[in-house]
């Protein structure tokens, strides 16, 4: 919606902009069957986990300085495009605080091992620091917010207002400090802090995806507004099969 206003004010068009979160497709994602064996594993080993770009202003060195303050032994596992230099300054880390055992680095992987993998995570994390105005108001664009949540994953997010107002009826969503590495391990803490609560947040964070965070779903105000087009200028008004989900 902050891309929207900008446009809006550069562009003088005053009209209603439609909102389409980048959220992945339901087919992308598709439904489980019975999630409480693979819940009861995420709960055991209870891996925290990253997909993206692994850059030094996403929240990845916090996260690592973070493991210390940590009441519960978690591992870490960091999965997208890294830099060997950026590679060296996590080993640097996990050399100062012996924590190389809890610290897995995947790389670029294709998507749908990606997905594969965010399955087996326990928690998903996305901390960019306000760098810019894009990533302080990113929210809706971050696309691996809706990837964990289709996974079923409790997610941490910054504590910024646009992530609260965005996400302020979600249980599975939890909040931290970016900058800070006690905030984050407060919020991972909390996340594994109750077996039954993670469950409930698990569940909750797969139903949010199938009730208001799939493309299908979010892009549908859109597709009415097409459909109400070609009906006024005499075209035809009902696409053809699948089109939905083109």
Request: charged fraction near 20%; charge should be neutral; glycine fraction near 4%.
């Amino acid at each position: 919606k902050n891309r929207a206003a900008y446009y809006s004010t550069l562009s003088r068009d005053n009209r209603p902009a439609f909102i389409v979160p980048n959220t992945p497709s339901i087919y992308a994602f598709p439904p489980r069957g019975d999630w409480s064996e693979l819940i009861a594993d995420r709960w055991t080993r209870k891996q925290v986990f990253f997909r993206g770009y692994v850059g030094p202003s996403n929240g990845v060195l916090e996260v690592l300085d973070a493991l210390p303050h940590m009441k519960q032994r978690v591992t870490l596992t960091l999965l997208g495009h890294i830099t060997d230099e950026f590679r060296a300054r996590i080993f640097a880390i996990t050399d100062r605080d012996e924590s190389s055992q809890q610290v897995r680095i995947e790389g670029y992987v294709p998507y749908i091992i990606a997905n594969r993998e965010t399955y087996q995570a326990s928690c998903g994390f996305t901390l960019p620091l306000p760098v810019s105005t894009n990533w302080t108001y990113i929210v809706s664009a971050s696309n691996k917010i809706f990837e964990y949540a289709a996974c079923g994953l409790p997610v941490i997010v910054p504590d910024r207002p646009a992530y609260r107002e965005y996400f302020s009826r979600e249980s599975w969503v939890h909040y931290a400090d970016p900058s800070s590495p006690a905030s984050i391990a407060a919020a991972i803490d909390e996340v594994f802090s109750d077996r039954q609560l993670y469950t409930a947040m698990c569940h909750a964070a797969r139903e949010a995806f199938e009730t208001r965070f799939h493309y299908e779903i979010v892009f549908q105000p859109v597709l009415d507004r097409i459909r109400e087009l070609l009906a006024r200028k005499g075209g035809e008004s009902t696409p053809p099969p699948h089109s939905d989900s083109a």
